[in-house]
């Protein structure tokens, strides 16, 4: 059984452009959530994705956006980058429903110049 | 105010040291607690879950103290192996956790 998996590992982008990232979620999981993390800081929820649709939002302004696809993999895009975008940005999949804690994937390092 | 509170340290203890991390939450709808770890520039992994009746895991204990508000993690014997960063993570049940800035643990030779 395959873990939370996400790519690309780093990435380094210019103030103004889009970025989009990727997470594989773990078999079975059909819930996936995204996370920033600046640095020296504990992550911030950015939103859920569950059947296809946003369930769930955090404080995040709307150039974070999102798509989770049938199998349940997801993306995260953020147009018009800013300096403060950079951060470690996480992953983590779920069953929908349950209380069990979240595992993260491994994360993409963004690094906006 | 922040939903979570941690104190950021670092702690610097030598090896085979007791260290005790406090962490009070703010929002008392909060339903599920856990401790995360985080080793530098590597993803948080959870350490363990967090109940009311206390829980041990061989060197780590958690309370949950609902009245108060705060939620602690005790680490007996401490090796170097436990330097890290421990965040304290709170789920009001709506699955979005809420973290806090994490605790660093240098455990010295």
């Known amino acids: 059984e395959t873990g939370v998996t996400q790519s690309p590992t780093h990435l380094i982008k210019t103030r103004g452009q889009q970025v989009t990232l990727r997470c594989s979620s773990q078999?079975?999981?059909?819930?996936v959530s995204w996370y920033q993390q600046a640095l020296g800081q504990g992550p911030q929820f950015i939103f859920q994705?569950?059947?296809?649709?946003?369930?769930g939002r955090g404080n995040f302004p709307p150039r974070f956006s999102g798509l989770q696809f049938p199998n349940y993999s997801s993306e995260l895009n953020v147009n018009a980058l800013e300096l403060d975008d950079s951060a470690l940005y996480l992953c983590?999949?779920?069953?929908?429903?349950?209380?069990?804690?979240?595992?993260f994937g491994n994360g993409t390092r963004l690094t906006v110049t | 105010r922040k939903e979570v509170e941690q104190d950021p340290g670092p702690f610097n203890v030598p090896e085979g040291a007791t260290v005790a991390f406090n962490c009070t939450y703010s929002?008392?709808?909060?339903?599920?607690f856990f401790w995360y770890r985080q080793d530098c520039r590597k993803e948080p992994k959870l350490l363990m879950s967090?109940?009311?009746s206390g829980n041990e895991d061989g060197r780590f204990t958690a309370q949950l103290n609902r009245a108060s508000q705060y939620i602690s993690l005790l680490i007996r014997d401490s090796k170097l192996s436990d330097s890290a960063t421990y965040l304290c993570?709170?789920?009001?049940?709506?699955?979005?956790?809420?973290f806090g800035s994490g605790t660093r643990l240098q455990v010295q030779p």
């Open positions: 983590a999949s779920s069953p929908w429903g349950t209380n069990s804690p979240l595992h």
């Open positions: 078999s079975g999981h059909n819930t």
């Open positions: 994705y569950y059947r296809e649709e946003e369930n």
């Open positions: 929002n008392s709808a909060s339903q599920s």
């Open positions: 967090v109940y009311s």
């Open positions: 993570v709170m789920d009001t049940g709506r699955r979005a956790l809420t």
